[in-house]
């Protein structure tokens, strides 16, 4: 009998093998199935929970920080003169275009307004400014230059905030100044109104609406009778 090659041998026994292995079926490949849009996986609800917290808390410190300040708003509105907080704010405002103003804006303006050197400042104006109503009662004190004066000391006046030009009583010491020499006849017209007014004056009898309309009667009365008053 003849004898096989081993090269034909071994041929012949892969091709039973490969035909086994053809014939064996197949498994069905995994199919992944598709997540819904509302599942989530554990560490994504982890992570929405954990930001939740955050959310909260960061929300229930901004509305105690929040009550904070407003408590100190409110603490500084009432320890400083209300013309000077309202002044103090106008200028913050002014100064950075912006209608919000920081407490610590406001404290360091407040601070500066407090300073020795503007202390200083305020008691010379104060000074000057209550020296200014002595010089109406000289004689030779012109009327014109007297208020034209009075316009340049009341600017600084408004400037430091100072009380003699503040209610009912610097728009009097204005009308007594005015009618010691000036015009006496003038200034008890306007101590009446004031009188008739129970000192609750309409928003337009100011002390610088008293100053303009004092300066445009003198005037006038200056054209009509130049031989009364000093000229």
């Known amino acids: 009998m003849p004898r096989m090659s081993t090269r034909a041998s071994t041929r012949a026994t892969r091709v039973p093998l490969r035909a086994k292995r053809a014939s064996e079926p197949h498994a069905p490949p ?22 939740d917290v955050i ?27 209300p013309s000077l907080h309202q002044s103090t704010l106008e200028q913050i405002r002014k100064e950075t275009g912006k209608r919000e103003v920081s407490l ?16 200083i400042m305020t008691a010379e104006i104060s000074t000057v400014y209550v020296n200014h109503w002595a010089e109406a ?27 003699e030009i503040k209610g009912p009583n610097a728009i009097r010491d204005f009308i007594h100044a005015v009618g010691t020499q000036f015009d006496p006849t003038w200034a008890r017209a306007k101590l009446v109104k004031m009188i008739e007014h129970n000192d609750n004056l309409p928003t337009d009898f100011t002390l610088k609406s008293i100053a303009d309309e004092f300066m445009r009667y003198h005037k006038a009365t200056k054209m009509f009778e130049p031989s009364m008053g000093i000229q």
């Open 30 to 51: 995994e199919t992944r199935q598709a997540r819904t849009p509302g599942e989530q996986t554990p560490t994504m609800l982890e992570a929405v929970q954990f930001y």
């Open 55 to 81: 959310h909260q808390e960061a929300c229930r410190k901004y509305k105690t920080e929040e009550a904070k300040q407003t408590v100190i708003y409110k603490w500084i509105a009432s320890t400083v003169n």
């Open 104 to 119: 610590r804006k406001i404290a360091k303006t407040l601070k500066g307004s407090f300073s020795p050197g503007m202390m």
């Open 137 to 163: 009662k000289l004689a030779n004190t012109h009327p014109d230059k007297w208020v034209e004066k009075w316009y340049t000391v009341y600017q600084k006046a408004k400037t430091y905030d100072i009380n």
